[in-house]
């Protein structure tokens, strides 16, 4: 059973920043992309960046709008781990984060939740102003 863990959650101040990180439990796995969701209270979850293998040793990253220039995702899909750096943090960021990866040989996109196969439990991220 493959599991994700993320780590890196808490409280911080508008304008700071956070770092979250995720990694597989036990054996990692190889991955074609590991991405970050969250999800605010009463809102659906929504995409916030994925990085998408382009060769063995390579990715390329996708970013949503609203965390462009802001967030920067980071990892390693032949070790199933995948970091997310937020800077400039404003309430609106203010959700559970999740970390997906997408199993290796499964086509398709990167930026939809049922793209991907396997999730992590969440980590709180809360932004005060």
């Known amino acids: 059973q493959v599991q994700l863990v993320e780590s890196g959650g808490g409280l911080v101040q508008a304008g700071g920043s956070l770092k979250l990180s995720c990694g597989a439990s036990?054996?990692?796995?190889?991955?074609?992309?590991m991405g970050w969701f969250r999800q605010a209270p009463g809102r659906e979850r929504e995409f916030v960046a994925a990085?998408?293998?382009?060769?063995?040793?390579?990715?390329?990253?996708s970013y949503a709008d609203s965390v462009k220039g802001r967030f920067t995702i980071s990892g390693d899909n032949n070790k199933s781990t995948v970091f997310l750096q937020m800077n400039r943090l404003n309430s609106e960021d203010t959700a559970v984060y999740y970390c997906?990866?997408?199993?290796?040989?499964?086509?398709?996109?990167?930026?939809?939740?049922?793209?991907?196969?396997?999730w992590g439990q969440g980590t709180q991220v809360t932004v005060s102003s």
């Open positions: 997906a990866a997408k199993r290796l040989g499964r086509r398709g996109g990167i930026l939809r939740s049922d793209d991907y196969d396997y």
């Open positions: 036990g054996r990692p796995f190889s991955t074609v992309a």
């Open positions: 990085i998408r293998r382009t060769t063995y040793t390579t990715n390329s990253a």
